[in-house]
């Protein structure tokens, strides 16, 4: 009887959230950047603004190996942490210019 009253009824499909759901890093192949950033955490009474590049070091780790969805660092909230490129390429000048001798 309890059946008949299902009919109306919709089925649902769950789905998984658009960020926050990523495979766990089984394997521990960025355990040391997960470690030196939770230690900075400790560190700086868990003040993740003193710790950016080490949280962008590990999320760059964890889209190399596939263990979350790749997205631009910018948007990622990483944008001022980024070297523009024209500013590397001047910084690789002035280093090579400066190895070299007169």
């Known amino acids: 009887m309890s059946t008949a009253m299902n009919f ?3 089925s649902f499909t769950p789905r998984p959230p658009d960020k926050g759901a ?3 890093d089984h394997f521990g192949e960025c355990k040391v950047f997960k470690e030196i950033f939770m230690k900075c955490l400790k560190e700086n009474k868990y003040d993740s603004s003193v710790c950016r590049m080490q949280s ?7 889209m190399e190996r596939n263990l979350m969805a ?4 910018e948007k990622l909230g990483f944008k001022d942490l980024m070297e523009k490129p024209n500013n590397k390429a001047n910084k690789q000048r002035e280093t090579k210019s400066s190895t070299e001798e007169p």
């Open 8 to 10: 109306g009824t919709k």
């Open 22 to 24: 990523f495979p766990l």
């Open 56 to 62: 962008k070091d590990y999320l760059e780790c964890r």
């Open 70 to 73: 790749k997205e631009p660092l």
